[in-house]
Structure formats: C-alpha cells, structure tokens
C-alpha cells in the first residue's frame, strides 16, 4: 500500500533489531510500583497497551540501578526480591508478543534521590550522594561520591542490563539526562570534582563511558544500547548545545541510537515536557544539530502529535526515530492509525498534563482523553452487547459523544442530540484559544467518530421528558452539560461584556484594554490568551489564589505564563461594571476602578440540574455523566460517559 506518511512508517535497524516503525514509546513511570519496587500487574498492561497500538519500541521506566544510594520509589531489578525478575519478564513479554521491541530505562537519581516517593517528607532522611558535595536549592545536603562508590554504581548498570535481557528486553535506554546522576557528571553546574571524573569534558563523560562500557559487558555485541540525554541544560551554569554535540561525539562509539531531549531538574518541568504554551516540537532543534556532527541514529521528542510534524522531522533528517509519550497516553493506537492511512481519526494529546497530576496526586494514571489508561485491567476492549437497544443520548460535549461512541461500538442503535448547530459543548469555545485548540479539535474529532459509527446526530434539537418519551427508548445518558454564571453584578449585561464562554463568537467586541472577572482556570488561561495578542489585560479574583481549580502540573506553568504579561488582581471584588472598567471592592473593603473598556466574565459554570432532574425518570436505564452532574473536567466527562455506555 501506498502510506500517506512513508518515512514515518518505515522500518529502522538499530544494532541487531528491526522496529517495525520510527514511532516509539518514550519512557513513562508505571501505575501500580509495588512496595518493594517490583512492576506490578497493572502496569504490565499500562506498556502493553502501547505496543497493541502500534508503537515500534515501549519503555518502561525508571529502573533504579543502585537502591542503596538511590531511595528513589521507582522500579528495581534483582535476584533477591520476589516478583522483580519474574514482574519484568512479564512485562517484556506483553510488549513483545505485539511485535513492539521492549525496552528498559536505567537510571539514578544522584542527589534528587527520593523525588518519585509519594511522601516527600521522607526525601529529608535520604542520604543525597552526587559527583559533588554541596547544598541542594531546598537546603538538603548533598554528599560526594567516592571513586569506590562510583565503582559500585558502574558495576550495577551492567548488572541490571543482564538481567533485563534475561528478562526478555531487547534494548537498554541509559538515562543521561534531565539532572539525574549521569547528568550531574556531564553538567559543570554540577560537577566540581578535582579527579579524573571532573573538570575537562573528557573527564566529565568518563562516568558515562564507564557505564556504557559496564552494560555493553553484560548484554553483548548488537544489543542495541541507547543513551538518553539533555541536548542542553537550557539554563544558566549548566552545558549549552555546543557542549551537548561534544558530550554526543564522545558517546557515540558506545551506543546505538542518541535520544535527545532537553532540559534539567533546575531548568524545570516544563521545558523537558513541553506544555501547550509552547510549540509543538520546541525541542526538535537540540536533536537536529546534535545529529550533524554524529554518525549514529538519532532520535527526537517533546510534545510531538501531529503524524506530518513528525514526518517532515524524519524526511528532513532532522532524527531517524521520534519518541511520544502524552500523546500515546491520548490515543495509544495512534501508530497504527499512521501506519493504516487513518491520520483523521487520531485522538490528540490537549498536553493538560492530567496524566502527570494524576500520578503524582494519586500514584495513578489518569488521561482526559482515553478512559482505558491507569486502568487497563478493568478491560481494553469493547465487547458487543448480547442484547442491542435503542439509546438516546441528551447533550454533544465531550462525555455525551464519548458515550454515544462506545454505545455504538457496542452495537446499540444510538442518537445524539444537539440543543445547539454543532457537537462538542464546551469545548466550542476553545478554538479561539490558540494553546487550547486541540481541546476543539477533540470534539470535532468525536463528532467524526460518532457519526462514523452510525450514530444518528440530530443538532438544534432540545431534549425534553415529552421527547424522550415519543423515542420510546430503552436507555438514556443525560449529558446536557452545565451553563456560564453570571453574576448579579450591575453592568454585567452591557454590551462591551463577554462572557467566556460565546468569545470565540464574539472576539471582535473585545478592546485592547480588557478586564477578566474571576481567576479560575478559564480566567487565567483567557487573560493569557489575551495578553499573547497584545492587549492591556487586568485579571480579577475574589480569592487570595489564582487557578485553585487547575492541576498540580498545570498549574505553576500557568502561573507563570500569568506573571509575563497579565496584571493580577487578587482579593478584588467586583461591584459593578461601567464604561471605565469594573469597580470593585479590596479586601480591606475601599473601593477601587480597574480601568478597561471590554470586559469577560469567567466566573464558573453552573450544572443544568433542572434538565437533568426532568428527564431522570424517561426510561428504564438512565445515567448522569459530566457537568450536568457536577461542574467538573473533561476528563470525568469523557471517562463518565464511556462508563455509563458500559452498563447499558
């Protein structure tokens, strides 16, 4: 067949073993780390799920080469615990038989030992060992490690390399990067050793050499070994890009295939991930220059999703592999829907960051997109239903065409109706939010899937007890959402107000001086939309906190975003608006005029009870899913209505 994305889809040999592909998946920490850091039986299925979907290569991550100076809760792989040896033999295993190439990242946290446990408190009581004695930025101290330490941990790379090949992976990711320990020795901002392992670059590499020496001892000639690293630090004392080529020019003899990604625990979190404030692919230039002075293969990442992105990066010669992994989390069959021409249909990563909040909340997997991931033992398939019935489904957001799909697939006649002209609710909005607009492209991307399926949509239609009842239907999902607040302030209804909500309709009534009343996570993320386009923006917030509502990912990145350009107003009140701006009241109770001539309310949403408690009795299985239930987040929307579609 002729593949819309050839270069993408063809295979690449590294070492002795053939990927079906050039997409693979990119390291991502487990669901369920047992106790004493074995892989569970959930995680198992969390990797396995990418390779059903058509990823060339599943990392799993991290493993902790040395738990004595590493307290680090991740995974460890040894002889002498029960489960661990067997639990990566499984996990090998599960990718493997889905024709994806099994792969293992072997780490070492160095001196920011401790920061995968769920109880931080504890990191206090860690012994922090890194290439240089010193004080951590939060006031831990940090001890140096000594030649025989150094030794030790040399020594315990190569072993957890053997015992992954017995285990039955194919490829071993040495993590070099992102200010974990392989990392500290390469950055000068780390490094301050007056031995053979400090002060010249020769010497700062000497760690790494020597651990990719001690691997490739234990798994062999061929084994395709790959080396993880930063393509530059990216901030101020650490090693810039023109290092990053020298540090790749005196690995390369030693591996196969150089990853390249960006950033360090100093420079933060969201450079190493980017989030939706910045470009796709903001990282592909590190690999791309990297890969001009290397003779080795070359591979690239950092918030990549669209399959022609990533075609133009392999067709250019940019890198000859790319790495995802929110985006395999958003749709884990996205290669296969490369590899099939089905491009369309791909669900995309909104980079809301849910995945990363979710486990370091709950030590769980979460994705706003996909119900299946974090949990995948509860079943990946849809089985048809033994006894179809005619389903209505009362709303076209997020949880409503999500529902209606998986009824569908389930073989269930389906309708959706739409009280507005077109499908995707809330998420209608977000088009004229640049950073926001793959939220609206998930709902243009359900309605395609729904109406693929079957599904029979009818839009400008209001669902009522009297219609419900003329279907004669024998399940019915309430999903009719949840509408603005407007609150009963004086002015509220003059024309140079917006609510948030209708901005995508009404752009052309906002100034270049504005005002946003309410500093939730709409507000902020419209008063940053705003800022980006020029405009003199104030933000509003009864509250002492802005964006109390967003994720503990999100969240700072937000923040930040708001400190650039966005003047904050916390504590304020507003009393009433006028053709000056909006009056309002300080903490202290003295009233006070922000100036502006258009002003947007973002004040919250409020759930559609009234609706939902008409229709509750219409037929003999009804469910309430998403915010006609409680005002909440895409993500309980969509995994609510995939669920209720379930139990039908």
Known sequence: MVRNFPNLCKPIKIGNVTFRNRMFSAPMGGTDITADCCIGRGSTAFYELRAKGGAAAVTISECMVHPETDGSHAYHLDLHTPGSLSGFTYTADAIRRHGAIASVELSHSGQYAGTYLTDKGKKQGLAQYGPSAGVRPDGIEVKEMSKEMIADIVRAYGECAGLAKRAGFEMIMVHGGHGWLINQFLSPYFNHRTDEYGGSMENRVRFAREVLDSVRAAVGVGFPIEFRMSGSELFEGGYTLEDGVEIAKLLEDKIDLLHVSAGTYQRGFATTHPSMFLPHGSNVYLAAEIKKHVSIPVATLGGLNDPAMMEDIIASGKADVVYMARALLADHELPRKVMSNQEDKIVKCLRCFTCMAERATTATRRCTVNPLIGRELDGTEVIKSSNPVKVLVAGGGPGGLEAAITAAKRGHQVILCEKTDKVGGILKGEQAISFKYEMYELGETLGRQAAELGVEIRLNTTVTREYVENEKVEALIIAVGSEPIIPP????????????????????????????????????????????????????????????????????????????????????????????????????????????????????????????????????????????????????????????????
Request: proline residues 3%.
């Open 489 to 648: 302030i004086p002015g509220i209804d003059s024309e140079h107000v917006t609510v948030v909500n209708d901005y995508y309709l009404q752009k052309e009534k906002v100034s270049n001086d504005v005002i946003v009343i309410g500093g939730g996570l709409a507000g902020c993320e419209a008063a940053i939309h705003l800022a980006e386009e020029g405009k003199n923006v104030h933000l509003l917030e009864m509250r002492s906190e802005l964006a109390v509502d967003s994720n503990i990912r999100h969240r700072p990145i937000l923040l930040k975003e708001i400190e650039k350009s966005v003047q904050v107003h916390t504590e304020y009140r507003a009393i009433r608006i006028t053709e000056e701006g909006v009056i309002c009241a300080d903490k202290e109770g003295k009233e006070c005029l922000v100036p502006g001539t258009s002003v947007v309310c973002a004040v919250g949403q409020r759930a559609l009870r009234s609706i939902a408690e008409e229709l509750i009795d219409c037929a003999p299985y009804v469910a309430q899913i998403g915010d006609c239930v409680k005002p909440s987040t895409i993500t309980t929307a969509v995994y609510q209505g995939y669920h209720a579609a379930l139990d039908i």
